[in-house]
């Protein structure tokens, strides 16, 4: 209880320091991006040399690349200095000071998903009193976490209180120059999340951004370290089912997992960025590079996403297979509806022996959006025995949607079995009236159908997760027939 | 129960009912016969509430309602049953689910708790032991990879579980082997009563030596030409339908 009590009365100290003695105005650059920026942004941070270092190097390689062209989606070209790449949290004074305030609509969302009510004032960005829920919760959960030697915190406490950990992984698995997303991230991204899982330890919870308190405001260019050691496991949550608004409109964010010898990792991602109106207005750009390293003998990695919000996703979750018998999987259900586009799927890359992925993707697409999948399996020379099996399926609502699917497999081993399946399916006008003449609304059954459809994904999100993400597909999908 | 007067439909430019009129009570089955194209089918997808069929003239009132504003889901939540002629395949979705869905959906209308999940599959076990299914069935996708006849038997299965007041039965013995269409014929014997009433769409008199119907209609160039009781299927099955159609436009 004392550990409670100290971090609400932290918490509350935080803010009234802010509203006193921090000029809020000030504390924001302006937008542009030059060399400057960079190392205002570190020094903002208190960072040690070697990330100044790294992050100028960061930049000036994203200087010479170039943005890239070949994803199936089409926006607006970026201008890189009219972002602003730090700015501090908005001052309550500018946020909703109530949930009156928030569009109905948004509010309408957050009832069909079953949000709590204090959880909907703190997703809406309604400028609110230390949600004391949250509090003590993530105060058992951190006690917990440190009693099995777990480290979760924000990257830029890493930085501080771990600087090893980060110089040795950071950049380890997507290197600076790795593409011109990657690369901007570098130069400036301004915090995330960081995990360390001790040699032998089984992380005694599944960890989740959601309890992360001080992840409200990450920013548009977040970055991610997840390290499991010989032998751990780890389950870690991603976002969010809750729409979330975000005033910045590109986000590049990047995130690195590391498994070592016999160790695993099980990423899980919901992702419901605000896709823009029924026109594509105002919606999110997610560019994001995520990539795990199965470093060691038999170790693991499983990425599984449920994707439906953005204007644009362009995503590759990936996984180098290095150590021997080592596993990767992707298990993905990407939806884009009226005028969203997607451009996701995964990289299996094999190096070591007997090593083996599994690709399940599902690809939903309704109202006018573009759905895209893009994945490639490589099998190097010297990785003998490598299996993947690859299954891509799409399923169209309606008649304006498109669906596409890009496998690339570069296979130079000649002992690799490898298997692809691909289909598209529609939902029919009479698989709807179907079910309508047993008295099941045209809603509840295209529901049925998706969720039948994505069954396979499903099953390998966190139970909890699991339910959400259909009542989730079921709210995104919602008029999208007839 | 059903009171169809006068009934004209279409779909796209071509008319295929012209004047139908059909009086079914409760207690009542009542085979529809009639040659391929004569809107047979056309008929039963009318009352069911298919969309692609625009209906033209005429009126259906059902229970005292006008069925023709009600949504397909309305009809089936208020008794009706369509066993189609061609069954549809919902890959993904499985077939206990379907079916809970529609008798909760039901039941729901009707102001009933649902159904837990325990209650339902042992319903739903004794029905298919009836109709010679096997459980396993339950636990695949709608009509998925299902042969003709088991396409079929799912059908009066749904039937079975839904006790509908009115089931309207599409060919539903078509492509069935004797066997299939014995188990059939059994399942749809066991859901007469005096509180229900049965449409059977049939080309063939041979189901009609299974289920006894009470009054036999000929369907011709989507108007009734000729009603009458069992006796006008053995006539059928022996004449053919041409003397009808000429005795129709003659």
């Not at chain 1, 170039?66 to 908005?90: G, T």
């Not at chain 1, 022996?353 to 399940?360: A, E, F, G, M, Q």
């Not at chain 2, 369509?82 to 959906?105: D, R, T």
Request: aromatic share 8%; charged share 25%.
């Amino acid at each position: 209880m004392a550990t409670e009590s100290e971090n609400i009365e932290h918490l509350v100290n935080r803010r009234y320091e802010h509203g006193f003695v921090t000029d809020i105005a000030t504390d924001s650059l302006p937008p542009g991006l030059d060399e400057s920026v960079v190392r205002a942004i570190s020094a903002r941070k208190n960072e040690p040399s070697f990330m100044l270092e790294w992050r100028l190097q960061a930049y000036r390689q994203w200087l010479e690349m170039r943005e890239p062209e070949w994803a199936h989606v089409h926006y607006p070209k970026i201008d890189y200095n009219e972002i602003s790449y730090f700015s501090a949290p908005k001052s309550d004074e500018d946020r909703p000071q109530s949930l009156d305030e928030v569009d109905p609509k948004l509010l309408e969302t957050y009832d069909k998903l079953g949000i709590p009510l204090h959880e909907r004032a703190r997703l809406a960005g309604v400028a609110v009193d230390a949600v004391f829920d949250s509090v003590s919760v993530a105060t058992t959960f951190k006690e917990k976490l440190s009693e099995a030697g777990v480290i979760f915190c924000s990257f830029s406490e890493a930085v501080q209180d771990h600087p090893e950990l980060v110089q040795k992984y950071l950049g380890t698995v997507v290197p600076r120059r790795d593409n011109f997303f990657a690369a901007l991230n570098a130069a400036v991204f301004s915090d995330g999340s960081f995990v360390y899982i001790p040699k032998g330890v089984r992380c005694p919870m599944e960890l989740s951004t959601y309890f992360r308190i001080n992840a409200a405001n990450t920013g548009q260019f977040e970055r991610t370290l997840i390290v499991a050691d010989e032998g751990s496991h780890v389950s870690y949550l991603e976002g969010c089912t809750a729409p979330m608004r975000d005033e910045n409109q590109l986000h590049a964010a990047v995130v690195e997992l590391v498994a070592l010898k016999d160790a695993e990792i099980k990423y899980s991602t919901v992702q419901n960025w605000y896709p823009g109106d029924e026109n594509g207005v105002g919606g999110i750009y997610n560019f994001v590079t995520k990539r795990g390293d199965c470093r060691g003998a038999n170790s693991k990695i499983s990425w599984t996403q449920v994707e439906t919000g953005s204007a644009i996703t362009w995503k590759y979750p990936s996984c180098l297979l290095r150590g021997d018998n080592s596993v990767g999987e992707f298990y993905s259900v990407a939806v884009a509806n009226n005028m969203q586009q997607a451009d996701t799927g995964t990289k299996m890359i094999h190096i070591g022996r007997n090593t083996s992925s599994t690709i399940v993707s599902k690809g939903i697409s309704a109202g006018r959006a573009e759905n895209a999948y893009r994945g490639l399996v490589r099998v190097m020379p010297q990785a003998h025995g490598a299996r993947n099996h690859t299954q891509c399926d799409s399923l169209l609502i309606g008649k304006q949607c498109g669906a596409h699917t890009f496998p690339y497999m570069e296979i130079k081993n000649p002992t690799a079995r490898v298997e692809h399946e691909a289909t598209t399916s529609k939902i029919s006008a009479d698989q709807l009236f179907y079910c309508r003449q047993r008295g099941i609304s045209e809603e509840d059954a295209v529901n049925m159908i998706v969720n039948g459809f994505c069954k396979e994904v499903f099953k390998e999100l966190p139970m909890e997760f699991a339910v959400e993400a259909q009542a989730l597909l079921n709210v995104s999908l919602e008029g999208a027939v007839g | 129960m059903l009171e169809i007067k006068d009934l004209k439909s279409r779909i796209g430019d071509s008319e295929i009912l012209r004047g139908l009129s059909l009086s079914v009570k409760k207690g009542e089955v009542h085979a529809i016969m009639g040659p391929n194209g004569s809107g047979k089918s056309t008929l039963a997808l009318v009352v069911a509430g298919h969309e692609d069929y625009e209906v033209t003239g005429g009126t259906v009132r059902y229970n005292g309602q006008d069925l023709l504003e009600m949504a397909p889901e309305e009809r089936a939540r208020e008794g009706i049953f369509l066993g189609f002629q061609y069954p549809v395949e919902i890959p993904g979705v499985n077939n206990a689910y379907l079916l809970k869905a529609a008798v909760n959906a039901k039941r729901k209308h009707q102001g009933l708790d649902e159904v837990d999940a325990f209650e339902f599959l042992k319903l739903a076990r004794e029905r298919m032991t009836v109709l010679g299914m096997d459980p396993k069935f339950l636990n695949r996708g709608v009509n998925e990879g299902f042969s003709g006849g088991e396409k079929k038997r799912n059908e009066v299965l749904q039937m079975a579980m839904l006790e509908p007041s009115l089931a309207i039965l599409d060919e539903t013995d078509s492509g069935l082997d004797i066997d299939a269409l014995k188990a059939v014929a059994e399942g749809v014997n066991a859901l007469r009563s005096p509180e229900r009433a049965i449409i059977l769409v049939t080309h063939y008199q041979r189901l009609l030596d299974y289920i006894e119907p009470d009054y036999v209609h000929v369907l011709s160039e989507g108007k009734i030409v000729r009603s009458g009781d069992k006796m006008l299927a053995l006539e059928l099955e022996e004449r053919g339908y041409d003397w009808l159609r000429e005795a129709a436009t003659g």
